[in-house]
């Protein structure tokens, strides 16, 4: 199989001091045959009149405008995966202030034509001005189901998805109470073995700036507020809703991912020491030893 014309879906809002560098880099690719749909939720400031001199300058793309949902960046993505009007074709992600490396989707290309039905890949992490301050390799132990539900490895400004891949996620349909779209798309594909390739090589610059939704795991006040988002209980919460928005898919899933799915859940309502030992029983983990470690500790205590 190769990979054809791409359908780039990118969400955008207030994005105008970045969406330059971004555009940029989408018309640098080597893969050259791409579209591009966007979806943008109500921007304020230059966002779309960028985008609409974009699509002048480039006539015979296939560049289209669409109006956000305006209910979160996870539901934005999720209506333009399932848009109506989306052919059956390869898409990718992208992120509306990252800049992409020219071989990002010919990479994608490769993986697809090697027997990938999905992709991603690392990324380098930069500053506001494109510096780079690190890398973002977070896949040592690589993809599965029983990371899915503890982890998130898929760095969504870097997913590709052939239109089998596309079909699972868009057979869950685009209202899923889940906190973080790639999040829940690596829970879909592992959990319906989906051949998934997650690249060790960095194929963009993944910027950091004060509007980020979540951000790089890099700097120490990265860190910080991530582990006040552990000890917070924000973390469960978000292990709780996408376990649930799994349980609405059961059927979807693999034979062994259900059972998984169904002893995970049955461990929600037990005390925190009792849910650890599940967790630890079921070889739900995370990338490192170290990482995982933590996880069982902070479920012994209840925060996860």
Request: charged share 20%.
């Amino acid at each position: 199989m190769t990979i054809g014309t791409v359908t780039i879906l990118m969400c955008t809002r207030d994005g105008a001091p970045y969406l330059p560098a971004q555009l940029a880099s989408f018309v640098a690719q080597t893969h050259d045959d791409w579209a591009l749909w966007v979806s943008d939720d109500g921007s304020q400031d230059e966002t779309l009149q960028i985008l609409k001199q974009f699509r002048t300058d480039h006539p015979n793309r296939d560049i289209r405008l669409l109006e956000g949902p305006q209910q979160g960046g996870t539901r934005n993505f999720l209506s333009l995966l399932c848009h109506p009007d989306l052919g059956d074709g390869t898409i990718a992600l992208s992120d509306q202030d990252d800049v992409w490396m020219p071989e990002k989707l010919a990479r994608a290309g490769a993986a697809v034509t090697a027997g990938a039905q999905a992709y991603a890949a690392q990324s380098i992490v930069t500053d506001g001005h494109l510096t780079p301050t690190g890398q973002i390799d977070n896949a040592a132990r690589g993809a599965s189901f029983k990371n899915a539900l503890v982890q998130n490895i898929l760095h969504g400004a870097t997913v590709v998805l052939t239109p089998a891949a596309l079909d699972v996620i868009r057979r869950a349909g685009p209202r899923i109470d889940a906190p973080f779209h790639d999040w829940w798309i690596y829970q879909v594909l592992t959990g319906c073995d989906v051949p998934l390739t997650i690249d060790r090589n960095p194929v963009l610059y993944y910027r950091q700036h004060a509007d980020n939704v979540l951000g790089a795991n890099q700097a120490s006040g990265a860190r910080r507020r991530r582990g006040g988002l552990l000890r917070g209980g924000t973390y469960r919460t978000w292990i709780q809703k996408n376990l649930l928005a799994l349980d609405g898919i059961r059927s979807d899933l693999s034979a062994s991912s259900q059972t998984v799915l169904e002893e995970t859940l049955a461990a929600q309502a037990l005390p925190g020491m009792r849910r650890m030992q599940h967790y630890r029983r079921l070889g739900l983990h995370r990338q490192t030893s170290r990482q995982t470690a933590l996880l069982m500790a902070l479920t012994a205590l209840g925060y996860a």
